[in-house]
Structures are given as structure tokens and as C-alpha cells.
């Protein structure tokens, strides 16, 4: 339950970051679908897995 309370401020901090002219969540976005990175993968096991 901690994971998924840090994960929706992560978010909110990122869409409050977003209004900024560069687009931040976009480019992170970018690099999870390219680059596949392992943290990502544990991070939604770690989530669904609870």
C-alpha cells in the first residue's frame, strides 16, 4: 500500500512538472516504451503483486 502512495505522488508531482513548455512525462514515457528498463518491470510486479 506504501508502493502505490508513493507512486500517485510520483505522478502528481510529475503532472504538476508537466505544465512547464517542456514536456517532461512525455519524454520519460518515451524512455520506458524504448528502452524497457528493468526498475519499470519490478516496479508494476511490486504494484499488482500486493
Do not use: H, K, T, Y
Given at each position: 500500500m506504501m508502493l502505490r502512495i508513493k507512486c500517485f505522488f510520483v505522478?502528481?508531482?510529475?503532472?504538476?512538472?508537466d505544465t512547464a513548455p517542456v514536456?517532461?512525462?512525455?519524454?520519460?514515457c518515451m524512455y520506458i516504451l524504448l528502452a524497457r528498463p528493468r526498475w519499470f518491470k519490478d516496479l508494476?510486479?511490486?504494484i499488482y503483486g500486493e
Open positions: 505522478l502528481l508531482l510529475l503532472m504538476i512538472a514536456p517532461v512525462v512525455g519524454s520519460i508494476v510486479d511490486r
